[in-house]
């Protein structure tokens, strides 16, 4: 999973970023210090692969992980080279979804950039600079297809698509609001890859004080909270300073710490919850001696096209699966005994993997 970092300049954004990644992106109290992307890979915490590998006496643990990209704070007008320009936003068209990055607390120490705190009025900014990126590689694409549309009745077609998307973008629109049951045009839409297509998670960046009650009583995640259940995206609220703090901590002082603040868990605990979410993501699990590891997949995916995963040849030579419920494997304490159990199904082709199952893949290429 991809997930690109956006927001203005002092927002928190690579507070944020360094904290989830530990990749030490320059972070400063001035605008445009992060001027080229940072890339962080983290791995996804879970313990259900420290209890498996513990069974199997596994070699090495490999966890599913998360790939941040960081670029350059945007500001109004950024599309028509204000600030550092848009020629960052290349970076994150790649990216399965977008963290947006909103600022919910006061400080005079930290500038913001238009002066006050108004999380609207920085998710629109934000938004047309998204849309004018957007409308940018529409006019290329109409630029291609637009002579030959006059006798190629597909061109002609994907011609009215880009129209529709253009006349929607230019309206303030996302182009994740134009909906389609046509093959052809979802097929164009992935091509196109429009950053207003892609799911948004906000990260409503908040004081200490109001991490508690999961910002409850801050009117301005409030309000994030409200656009972003009106365009069905998610919120997390999270203090980046905070998260930088912990970012230092090994795993005990980290849950102390997060005790000691009255939070379950951490802003990236949050984060990937969120994503996964957001993006209708599930784990399965392989084990053995030599590895024991994490599989994401989407959720209602088939067991050959899970099996895929691992490698090609297991979902062509695909034969069976041989699953067992994670929770169900523990309790039994080994493999034999939930066999014994009659708790490890042979499952076929028509299986749909659940999240937490543990799998043994049956193939012949």
Not at 156 to 166: G, P, S, T, V, W
Not at 338 to 358: H, N, P, T
């Given at each position: 999973m991809k997930l690109g970092i956006v927001g203005l300049p002092n927002v928190g954004k690579s507070t944020l970023f360094n904290s989830l990644t530990k990749a030490g992106a320059e972070s400063a109290n001035y605008p445009f210090?992060?001027?080229?992307?940072?890339?962080?890979?983290?791995?996804?915490?879970?313990?259900?692969?420290?209890?498996?590998?513990?069974m199997y006496d596994s070699d090495k643990i490999t966890p599913a992980v998360i790939e941040f990209v960081d670029i350059a704070g945007l500001v109004k007008g950024a599309s028509k080279g204000e600030g550092l320009g848009n020629q960052f936003l290349a970076n994150i068209r790649e990216v399965d979804a977008i963290v947006h990055v909103v600022r919910c607390f006061d400080n005079s120490n930290i500038i913001h950039v238009e002066g006050s705190i108004d999380p609207l009025r920085d998710i629109e900014t934000i938004n047309l600079e998204l849309i004018f990126s957007d409308v940018e590689i529409l006019d290329r694409r109409l630029q291609k297809v637009g002579r030959a549309a006059n006798n190629d009745k597909t061109m002609?077609?994907?011609?009215?698509?880009?129209?529709?998307?253009?006349a929607l973008l230019e309206d303030g629109k996302l182009a994740k609001q134009y909906e389609t049951d046509d093959d052809e045009e979802k097929m164009w839409l992935k091509e196109y890859n429009l950053l207003t297509g892609k799911p948004v998670i906000f990260a409503a960046n908040v004081e200490e004080g109001d991490l508690a009650d999961d910002g409850a009583s801050n009117d301005n995640v409030a309000k994030v909270r409200e656009y972003a259940a009106s365009e069905g995206f998610e919120v997390f609220v999270v203090c980046a300073q905070i998260e930088q703090e912990i970012a230092e901590l090994d795993d005990d002082e980290k849950q102390m710490f997060l005790e000691d603040l009255g939070l379950k868990d951490s802003g990236l605990d949050k984060l990937i919850s969120a994503s996964y979410s957001l993006l209708g993501l599930i784990s399965y699990l392989t084990a053995g001696k030599q590895e024991t590891r994490a599989w994401t997949i989407t959720k209602g995916t088939k067991a050959p096209q899970a099996a895929g995963k691992i490698h090609s040849d297991f979902e062509r030579g695909f034969i069976r699966a041989e699953v067992v419920n994670y929770q169900d494997l523990l309790d039994c304490g080994s493999?034999?005994?939930?066999?014994?159990?009659?708790?490890?199904?042979?499952?076929?082709?028509?299986?749909?993997?659940?999240?937490?199952?543990?799998?043994?893949f049956r193939f012949n290429v």
């Open positions: 210090c992060t001027i080229d992307p940072n890339v962080g890979v983290v791995p996804v915490p879970d313990e259900r692969l420290d209890k498996l590998a513990a002609a077609k994907e011609r009215d698509l880009i129209l529709k998307l253009k493999y034999s005994g939930a066999k014994d159990k009659g708790l490890v199904g042979l499952e076929g082709k028509e299986y749909v993997v659940k999240d937490g199952d543990v799998i043994l």
